[in-house]
């Protein structure tokens, strides 16, 4: 099989941290080399030592082989100049990788042009046929499921539930991370982009993916959190994936200094100790699950002791064990959630 060499298309957002995120956890955590990114905006420049290139005539003296949809606009559509992005990919031969609500492989012209050139179009947050409501298998799962919870969107629960996936791997235990959206399929290789699935179907593919990981070897679990349930846009995808995966505990995620949901003036972010107490009341009865722990983004803090003093502040805030997974390791909440498991 001829090595995937990745071209990531992040045209005019592969410096924003919030709707380049697929861009970050693709680099970050993928095992496919990225070769090359693409954004007109910043040609010349890098991104943590990855060239960035101006067109895709560019990019190909890296010999990409696939070109993947590096960013997550709001809706899930393409801007209008990405058009022509997407049909110089695949005129320049390359397969076609993409996130976003709007499909590449069900648009007539560019399947057309894909046919021509002979590249395959990958949607992955197409889902897959069959899906329905719950069975309760979700319960009988011989696995401990944890799933991380936020208090706002791109905030990092899916860098959480990586690195805390990582952190369990390391010390020999039997762990999978499961991915339930597009990043996250992107790193794993397999699992259902939830935010597109019907709604009332939206708990039944979250059973799916804890019984799949199961089945993967998993007996923990790490499933990756959407959304959040104070978000006034996309809180109906969290409350679906938490009574679908029905996890033995949360990881409360949340970003150093928020006060507002981003995006949306006029709706604040509840204290901490209060998201505390609406995640474990709206869990499923039959499953009464417990918050263990806060991962805490300090991204914004620039200082190493500013960013612990921040961490310690949260820890007394919520009483719970506090820590920030990607700027000092995860083994403190790894170690957190194997005391109450």
């Known amino acids: 099989m001829e090595e995937r060499r990745l071209l990531i298309l992040g045209e005019g957002f592969s410096h924003d941290a919030h709707y380049g ?6 680099i970050r955590y993928g095992p496919d080399p990225v070769v090359a990114v693409l954004d007109s905006k910043r040609p010349g420049e ?14 190909l003296a890296h010999r990409p082989t696939v070109a993947v949809v590096g960013v997550a606009t709001q809706g899930g559509r393409f801007p209008p100049a990405w058009r022509e992005l997407l049909k110089d990919s ?20 560019l399947t057309a042009l894909a046919d021509r050139h002979g590249v395959e179009l990958r949607d992955l947050r197409k889902p897959p046929p069959g899906l329905s409501v719950p069975t309760g298998a979700n ?7 944890v799933l991380t919870v936020g208090s706002d969107c791109a905030i990092g629960k899916k860098t959480v539930a990586v690195e805390l996936d990582l952190a369990a791997r390391k010390r020999g235990l039997a762990s999978v991370f499961v991915p339930t ?10 699992g259902i982009a939830v935010d597109a699935v019907v709604s009332d179907f939206l708990a039944g593919a979250a059973e799916w993916l804890v019984v799949e990981g199961a089945r993967r070897g998993g007996e923990l679990l790490f499933v990756e959190g959407q959304g959040s349930l104070v978000h006034p846009l996309y809180s109906g995808v969290t409350l679906g994936l938490v009574h679908g995966s029905v996890p033995h505990l949360f990881v409360l995620c949340h970003a ?11 709706h604040p972010i509840p204290p901490l100790g209060e998201l505390v107490e609406l995640h474990e009341r709206i869990a499923l009865p039959a499953r009464k699950s417990k918050v263990a722990c806060v991962a805490l983004n300090t991204a914004s803090i620039t200082d190493d002791e500013a960013a612990r003093e921040a961490v ?11 820590a920030d997974p ?5 083994h403190h909440l790894l170690d957190a959630l194997l005391a109450r498991l």
Do not use: C
């Open 21 to 26: 995120k697929t861009m970050r956890g693709i």
């Open 46 to 59: 890098s991104h943590e030592g990855i060239p960035i290139v101006g067109s895709v005539d560019e990019a």
């Open 90 to 109: 695949i005129a320049a031969g390359l397969d076609v990788e993409s996130g976003l609500h709007e499909f590449v492989s069900e648009d007539p012209e």
């Open 139 to 145: 319960l009988a799962v011989d696995a401990s499921i």
């Open 181 to 190: 959206g597009q990043t996250g399929i992107a790193i794993a290789g397999w």
């Open 256 to 266: 150093a200094g928020a006060t507002e949901i981003e995006g949306s003036p006029g």
């Open 312 to 322: 310690a502040a949260v820890a007394e805030e919520t009483g719970l064990p506090t």
């Open 326 to 330: 990607v700027r000092f390791g995860a």
